[in-house]
T-cell receptor, first 114, second 110 residues
Framework: EADIYQTPRYLVIGTGKKITLECSQT?????MYWYQQDPGMELHLIHY???????EKGDLSSESTVSRIRTEHFPLTLESARPSHTSQYLC?????????????FGPGTRLTVL | GEDVEQSLFLSVREGDSSVINCTYT??????LYWYKQEPGAGLQLLTY?????DMKQDQRLTVLLNKKDKHLSLRIADTQTGDSAIYFC??????????FGQGTELSVKP
């Protein structure tokens, strides 16, 4: 059982607001990831981190930003939310060591921007 | 290019076996994964298989890997209504990321 948490689970917000999606894991994993899941169900990597103070853009361009100040915490921020940001956001983490480096997912945040 | 393909829908009757298929593109993928997503939830790791294996069995789940054809399948024996979910296969062409398929929605009818 993976211990990775996301808050809020659901968020409905107006255009132009600044929002931060929280992601925390208690497993001491070095690597963390953010995925965006569109209505067609496909997942796209938007950000990842190999460790503290390390962040990189993923495959899908995103206007969001991330930070990794602590190992266990990987928040995602949208400075000015727009309806096009409406999606499901999934956070994941992996040990960063060992041969499998399996990713474990949080429950997700469903964001709706009006 | 990187592309993982799955059929979008599968419908079975309770008690039957389900087989979900996946094709991937990168033969360098070391591990291949199956994840399950229930409505409104995140992804739950079901199982994974190392690329030098042909088969892996875990209770009701059987994973078959045909590396020559880059084909992966997940068989669920004695499918139950609680197995209704979306199933994603994923490959790992590079150490740092997973490439997911579009997901197969499994519907189990009583």
């Amino acid at each position: 059982e993976a211990d990775i948490y996301q808050t809020p689970r659901y968020l409905v917000i107006g255009t132009g607001k600044k929002i931060t999606l929280e992601c925390s894991q208690t497993m001491g994993h070095d690597k963390m990831y953010w995925y965006q899941q569109d209505p067609g169900m496909e997942l796209h990597l938007i950000h990842y981190s190999y460790g503290v103070n390390s962040t990189e853009k993923g495959d899908l361009s995103s206007e969001s930003t991330v930070s990794r100040i602590r190992t266990e915490h990987f928040p995602l921020t949208l400075e000015s939310a727009r309806p096009s940001h409406t999606s499901q956001y999934l956070c994941a983490s992996s040990p960063g060591q060992g041969s499998t480096d399996t990713q474990y997912f949080g429950p997700g945040t469903r964001l709706t921007v009006l | 290019g990187e592309d993982v393909e799955q059929s979008l829908f599968l419908s079975v009757r309770e008690g039957d076996s389900s087989v979900i298929n996946c094709t991937y593109t990168d033969s360098s993928s070391t591990y291949l994964y199956w994840y399950k997503q229930e409505p409104g939830a995140g992804l739950q790791l079901l199982t994974y298989i190392f690329s030098n294996m042909d088969m892996k069995q875990d209770q009701r789940l059987t994973v078959l890997l045909n590396k020559k054809d880059k084909h992966l399948s997940l068989r669920i024996a004695d499918t139950q209504t609680g197995d209704s979910a979306i199933y994603f296969c994923a490959e790992t062409p590079l150490v740092r990321k997973l490439i997911f398929g579009q997901g197969t929605e499994l519907s189990v009818k009583p």
